[in-house]
């Protein structure tokens, strides 16, 4: 099996080749090749993965080539995994502080920050679909890049269902409360559905019994996992669900924009700074052998205790738990579904993928998070409960939104652009929307297309 990995360069790659690594069944992925427009952090990674083979000390450790040629890269693949940041973490740092200057939410993926980026990020993405469907039209695509939801939305418009979007964040909050009334997470039924970053757990099932109505009576339980910190007991009782961290954003808005205009750096101005120390120091030449993976190791260790503090601040609660840095398994996921359509073992995984008849408040093509069965003929989402009317209002502003970014990137059209910024939830006025289009438009050259 020959996995291609688009964004090869990037900082997440060892978190999937450490997984590839342990993993010795029949069908495995033995070849890995990586495809970046940056050949200095191609270089870097390369030195990780290396390190990270030697480590392992395993026969069967996969081959790795790297490449800048998207054709070459592409050709022959089973699995393609997309995980590009257009713009790179200087376009988040402008993502998030554009919108923090209008006193809206600056956030990689949620309000007007993950608007920009997904008009940014659109255009791209069509484009590598068409070249996937041209160069391996038998290839399976894995998409990581976010705004996930809307990015996967536009590469299904060529690829259909061939491609699946995927995100760690549903899959780690069904981890932690599965622990937590005692089950194994492979044994409990994850009641989840929503859009990428906006979606809720309704029931928590184990041998058939719901057992969340027991875990939101429970203080201590709550008090015991990021996200009953973040939302606190009382506001989850309210809603008889357990929302996505990201939701900590729609639920204490103005709170986390007061936090996030306060803070020193927005969280893409940090790991900009961040990452470019990391890739300095595992792409100088000469070094020892295991130095890029050490220096990989903490940067990774730094980056996963600081996320989200502005919101932890925000909600009164300290660092993250041990068991809340346990990653929520972006690379796990990865490579169950991989291994679930590769030897047609069925397995059930929350995923992003095209609605069909799931929640009847959105069209067939609106790309949901959702559990889904996947075997051999790809991902096919589970009947869920409706969504309760407070949940359908969200999840239909924030889909009418994500249309209107698929809609601007098509036509270049402005109009539809600001169109897209005004119809937010978290943006609360027009006006705003046009001044968020102008700042924006006046730092990303990638939104020079917008007319
Ligand atoms: C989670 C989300 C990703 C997001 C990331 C941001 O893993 O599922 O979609 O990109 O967090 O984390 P960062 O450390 O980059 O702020
Ligand atoms: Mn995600």
């Excluded at 360069?9 to 080749?17: E, M, T």
């Excluded at 893409?268 to 295991?290: I, N, V």
């Excluded at 660092?319 to 073992?345: C, F, H, N, Q």
């Excluded at 995984?349 to 559990?371: F, H, K, Q």
Aim: with cysteine; net charge negative; aromatic share 6%.
């Amino acid at each position: 099996m020959r996995l291609t990995i688009l964004g090869g360069g990037g900082f997440r790659v060892p978190l999937v080749y450490g997984a590839l690594l342990g993993d010795h069944a029949e069908g495995r992925v033995t070849r890995v090749v990586l495809y970046d427009e940056d050949a200095a952090r191609l270089g870097a990674m390369a030195r990780v993965l290396a390190d990270q083979a030697a480590a392992a000390g395993v026969p069967d450790a996969p081959a790795v080539t790297a490449t800048t040629d998207l054709d070459e890269a592409l050709r022959g693949a089973d699995f393609v995994f997309s995980a590009i940041r257009v713009g790179g973490l200087e376009g988040r740092a402008a993502d998030e502080r554009v919108a923090l200057a209008e006193g809206v939410l600056g956030q990689e993926t949620v309000g007007a920050g993950g608007i920009a980026y997904g008009l940014r990020t659109v255009p791209v993405a069509r484009e590598i679909a068409r070249r996937i469907a041209r160069t391996a039209p038998e290839a399976w695509v894995i998409n990581f890049t976010n705004p996930a939801g809307i990015v996967t939305e536009a590469m299904a418009e060529e690829l259909g269902g061939r491609v699946i979007g995927i995100c760690d964040s549903p899959v780690g909050l069904g981890r932690r409360i599965a622990r937590l009334v005692g089950a194994r997470p492979q044994d409990a039924w994850i009641d989840y559905v929503g859009l990428n970053h906006l979606g809720w757990v309704r029931g928590l099932h184990v041998g058939g019994r719901d057992e969340l109505p027991r875990l939101l009576a429970d203080d201590g339980a709550l008090e015991s996992f990021e996200e009953g910190r973040l939302f606190g007991a009382q506001w989850l009782r309210s809603l008889g669900a357990v929302p996505n961290e990201y939701l900590h954003y729609y639920y204490f808005n103005r709170d986390t924009v007061r936090a996030y205009r306060e803070a020193a750096r927005t969280r893409g101005a940090f790991l900009r700074d961040q990452q470019r120390g990391f890739y300095a120091q595992a792409g100088r030449p000469g070094q020892p052998a295991g130095a890029a993976l050490a220096a990989w190791d903490r940067t990774r260790a730094e980056r996963e205790a600081t996320y989200m503090a502005e919101n932890r601040e925000v909600a009164g609660v300290g660092e993250r738990d041990d068991s809340d840095l346990e990653s929520g398994g972006y690379e796990k996921v990865a490579l169950a579904l991989m291994r679930a359509i590769a030897r047609d073992e069925r397995a059930t995984l929350i995923l992003n993928v095209r609605n069909g008849s799931t929640l009847s408040v959105l069209d067939a093509e609106a790309v949901i998070e959702v559990p889904c069965l996947v075997d051999a003929n790809g991902a096919h989402p589970v009947g869920v409960a409706p969504l309760p009317l407070h949940a359908v209002g969200l999840v239909t502003s924030v889909k009418a939104v994500e249309r209107e970014v698929l809609g601007a990137a098509a036509s270049g059209s402005r109009a539809t652009a600001v169109k897209a910024f005004a119809l937010h939830p978290l943006v609360d006025s027009v006006g705003v929307a046009r001044r968020l289009l102008d700042g924006y438009a006046a730092v990303h050259p990638g939104l020079a297309y917008l007319r």
